[in-house]
Nanobody, 123 residues
Framework: QVQLVESGGGSVQAGGSLNVSCTVL????????MGWYRQAPGKEREWVSS???????SYTDSVEGRFTISRDNAKNTVLLQMNSLKSEDTALYYC?????????????????WGQGTQVTVSS
């Protein structure tokens, strides 16, 4: 059974930092693009960042320069480091795999969602 398990997150004041991580259970993701989405209350889920299986990174404009995505294939883990957090970054953060990790595509990896982890930034 494949699972994407997020951890980290929490609460922080504006300007602070948090990390969220995602561990993939049930398959080796070394050939898979991975990504992060977020959903704020009352809003649609939006794409945040992705990393290809080769390590190429992509970010939405609002987090460019503040967030960094990375992966550790040996640990089947993808990490999102978030700095200079703003109140508008408050959301439930979801890990995603395969073709969900836009703009990257994969012909070998299925698309899965994690269950989400909460990030709250207070002003």
């Amino acid at each position: 059974q494949v699972q994407l398990v997020e951890s980290g997150g929490g609460s922080v004041q504006a300007g602070g930092s948090l990390n969220v991580s995602c561990t993939v259970l049930g398959y080796s993701f070394s050939r898979c693009p991975m990504g992060w989405y977020r959903q704020a209350p009352g809003k649609e889920r939006e794409w945040v960042s992705s990393i290809s299986h080769l390590g190429t990174r992509s970010y939405t404009d609002s987090v460019e320069g503040r967030f960094t995505i990375s992966r550790d294939n040996a640990k089947n883990t993808v990490l999102l480091q978030m700095n200079s957090l703003k109140s508008e970054d408050t959301a439930l953060y979801y890990c995603a795999s395969g073709n969900l990790a836009r703009p990257y595509v994969s012909s070998v990896c299925r698309s899965y969602w994690g269950q989400g982890t909460q990030v709250t930034v207070s002003s």
